[in-house]
Structures are given as C-alpha cells and as structure tokens.
Nanobody, 120 residues
Framework: VQFVESGGGLVQPGGSLKVSCAASGFTFKSAAMSWYRQAPGKERELVAYINVLPIRQYYADPVKGRFTIARDNDKNTVYLQMTSLKPEDTAVYYC??????????????WGQGTKVTVSS
C-alpha cells in the first residue's frame, strides 16, 4: 500500500488549508479513510475518518466544526479541508486506510506525511 500526502504549508492563525492524499495498493472505494496528525513531541492522533456506505464522517473534538474530510473514489484520493486554523493544529498530517471495527489504522505502512504549520 502507498499513501502520498501533499498540500501542507505555513498558514496564519484563522486561515485555511486543504491537504490531499493519493492512495494505492488496495481497493480504495471499499475502504474507510482517515487523517491522523502528529505534533512535535506528541503521539499520532486520529483527526477524522470517512466511511464508504453510508457516507459518514467522524471528527475528533479539537477539529469538529473546523475540518472537513472528503473522498474522490474515481481519483483514489482523500482530502482534509481545514479552516479556522489554530497554532495547536501544527503537525505532520498523514492519511491512512481505516479499520472501523478496530477503530484504528488498517495498515502498518505510513506515507511521509505533509507538514502544516500555523503561525503568525
């Protein structure tokens, strides 16, 4: 499996950013997908996931109402639209296929991530 994240960068507090992830090596349209993040000195944490059918999204409390996860099955791509960004959103963001049953990553192999820095 392979995950290639992109779109990170430096953004001011209150700003917006959209990150993308191209996935391959598994049946994307049949897989729940997720975004995780890892801030400096902290463990990787689940940010959001999106099911297949029915389409449902889950968001961690710190990002609820500010972030939106979406998927394009024709492009094998998952997105994370981030708005009202805060300095505490600074992290490396990773996408991953998601096991709803185990409520965790479906695979052990992670991509390189995309770094998001929220700072003035």
């Amino acid at each position: 499996v392979q995950f290639v994240e992109s779109g990170g960068g430096l953004v001011q507090p209150g700003g917006s950013l959209k990150v993308s992830c191209a996935a391959s090596g598994f049946t994307f349209k049949s897989a729940a997908m997720s975004w995780y993040r890892q801030a400096p000195g902290k463990e990787r944490e689940l940010v959001a996931y999106i099911n297949v059918l029915p389409i449902r999204q889950y968001y961690a409390d710190p990002v609820k109402g500010r972030f939106t996860i979406a998927r394009d099955n024709d492009k094998n791509t998952v997105y994370l639209q981030m708005t009202s960004l805060k300095p505490e959103d600074t992290a490396v963001y990773y996408c991953m296929a998601f096991s709803v049953v185990q409520r965790g990553p479906a695979y052990d192999s992670w991509g390189q991530g995309t770094k998001v820095t929220v700072s003035s």
